[in-house]
């Protein structure tokens, strides 16, 4: 199996996510909890982009520069085919008894995929013991196992450990992995559920390029670049891939690999609160026609146009909505993102939007939100908040009511064990092989001033699935209307709001000039010209005068 659908994060699906942004930044005004990790440690945990000296033109050319270095810094290291995979296990072991908790801590903040996953070494081991049973069952696993062990040791002693600690394993004449050269072996040949569950832990995948790899390596067939058919015997029947740990029911919840096949009007989804399955509104649904009843030629695609703007023709909010959801990582649901799976507790949050920018050409993308902020700040009124996405660097300009804030980010690489990794803007064909189930009569939440539930406006519409996502399409305006991802999220588009046009190119002005030195009063993560730079700051008193006030 080349991808691991417990890692399939399309954010494109869900790009916008201001006020967790917004509350992050808040946090960085808490302080550095004591740490014993060097600067040169913290500085490279807290760079999630590789610098140049540490990139390759592909996977191959990447691992082959980083055995140099590698090379370079460990006499005793031995190229990963010379491990066996029960050597391999020892080393992460001992790794993991000698990491650094400092490092952790930053991962988990920022959520980095280098963070160690499992809450304990005794975890790890029971998981090596599964892979290493399913391997003895099916040979032809034991190669991807070990390839996968030689990453993910090379990543925990780059990532996990702090210098001093690696100097005293060196001390001890610790052979430490090189990364394999080759492209990612293929893990599986259909034989059965146990080996698939097997390639799911053995493979470590960037799924999230399935959606957000560059637009030409998409259309260059790249692999790893495009969905594979949930359709496909080795997949269909085995889902959902992370067992539904919240028990939601075939309303909230259908993926498309799961038995019996989800029908009309399930997985549909609506606006969500919380993880209980009661705890949402469950949007009306009438099945009118099964696909073979429905003249496919009113059928619109699930495609983006190449080039968009969302708004409303009076210019109020609402053009475009959104629920984010998405892992919590804080008690009051400041910091959260859309992550691949509902293993842990969710957030949840609403949003308008005056307009919503799109240009594949460009790849780029912005959303100009009206956010109602919680927790803490539930009282404070609404701010206003501009998403910009171009090639791999976001940036979030803020309006905190009395002063002006940007964030420069740079989400490339959050979902790979193995960087470098880049996350692009979603490709306007995502959803090109999705699966038609049928025309159906759906409330489309938000939409033209109506609301939610039962008070949804009511239209006619054509429901496609794709893995755990579900999108319909108005036959009338030939759009993208509603899209719903239950741990990712809910989209409303007007069907009357869009226009396959920019008018003003500069909407994708990048670096945004409020994020350079003498724009915005609060700059974060920002250098002079607006790039993204880990840990510069400037500003931050305003933050903390407005945390005051409220």
Known sequence: RVTNLQHFEPRGVMLSRPAAVVAAAFALLAGPSAASPALEDLQRAREKKPRDAYRGHD???????????????????????????????DFMAKVHSESSENLQEIYSGAK?????????IEDYRAHWEELNSASQRYPHLVEPQRESHCRQAVMWWVHHLTEDRRMALRAQNTSVPLLPEGEKLKCGQGL?????????GINEPNSCDWCHSTQARHDAGVPGTSPPNALDPQFHGKGPDDGNPHGWDRKRRCDQDQLPPCQMCEGIGGRAWSDKNEDIEITPCT?????????MSTVAPPLYPKKFTVRRKDGQQGGYSDTLIGWKTDPFCFGFFPQNDSIKPLCYRSQDAYVKYYDIER???????????????????NITAEILMVQETMWVQNHLWAVDQCICTNPSGNHCTTPPCKSYVWNWDTFKSAQ???????????IQNSGTGESAKMMDLDHFIMWSHHVWTDPVSRRPV???????????????????????????????AKCKKGGAKIRIHCDDDGHYKEGNHEGLEHLQSLMDFW
């Open 482 to 512: 509603r899209m719903w991802k239950p741990f990712n999220g809910l989209q409303n588009y007007d069907p009357d709001a869009w226009t396959e046009d920019i008018q003003d190119p500069s909407v994708f002005e990048a670096p945004p």
């Open 363 to 381: 790849e780029a993308a912005r959303t100009d939100y009206n956010v109602k902020l919680t927790g803490a700040f539930a009282s404070a009124p």
């Open 436 to 446: 038609y189930l049928g025309r159906e009569r759906i409330g489309a939440e938000w």
């Open 287 to 295: 099945p009118l026609a099964t696909p073979d009843k429905v003249n």
């Open 192 to 200: 059965g559920e146990d080996e698939r569950r097997a390639c799911v």
């Open 112 to 120: 980095d995929r280098r963070l160690m996953k499992k809450n304990s």
């Open 59 to 89: 996977q191959a050319a990447m691992s082959r520069v980083l055995n140099e270095h590698t090379r370079k810094a460990e006499k005793n290291a031995r190229s990963c085919q010379t491990w066996s995979t029960a050597e391999l296990q």
